[in-house]
């Protein structure tokens, strides 16, 4: 079993927050102002997969908040945590991508849209999600090997 292990100012152990557990599977995770952000996967009720963002804090353990985000094929792969925001673009190649911007430290939505206009041939799995001031950058990998954006300005 995998798990992020949290040490304090005098080499001890703090706390230990495993990979897998009772907010899902983590696959990719932010540490930012003491707290750990992640992406976790879950199985939902119907046997179908989900994926949430999820926030720990580094010196308990303990989570914060969770907040589902979509489907376990919807392309959630990357987060971003800056200026006390969590933001996560959710990518589908039929309907385009969602823009999901929350709190930091409570976990309150404060954005959330559809841009239904998808970039063709690019949807699926985002290389990034950067942020500069209100603006959101996607980026999206290629096998041509370019490099192709979405630009979004949060609320």
Same mark, same amino acid.
């Given at each position: 079993?995998?798990?992020? $292990? ?6 001890? $152990? ?19 102002g003491?707290? $750990? ?71 309150d ?19 990034d ?27």
């Amino acid at each position: 079993m995998r798990a992020t $292990l949290a040490f304090g100012s005098d080499g001890r $152990l703090q706390s230990r927050i495993d990979d897998v557990g009772d907010h899902g599977s983590i696959s990719e995770a932010v540490v930012e102002g003491g707290r $750990l952000f992640t992406i976790a996967s879950y199985e939902g009720g119907q046997g179908g997969s989900w994926e949430r963002v999820v926030a720990f804090d580094l010196a308990s353990g303990r989570e914060l908040w969770r907040e589902d985000v979509g489907n376990g094929t919807s392309g959630v792969d990357v987060l971003n945590v800056t200026d006390g925001r969590v933001t996560t673009v959710r990518t589908d190649w039929k309907y385009g991508d969602t823009l999901y911007v929350f709190d930091a430290a409570t976990g309150d939505e404060d954005d959330d849209r559809a841009f239904r206009d998808h970039v063709v041939g690019y949807a699926g799995k985002l290389g990034d999600v950067l942020t500069h001031q209100d603006l959101v950058v996607a980026v999206r990998g290629s096998e041509g090997g370019g490099r192709p954006f979405s630009v979004y300005e949060r609320w």
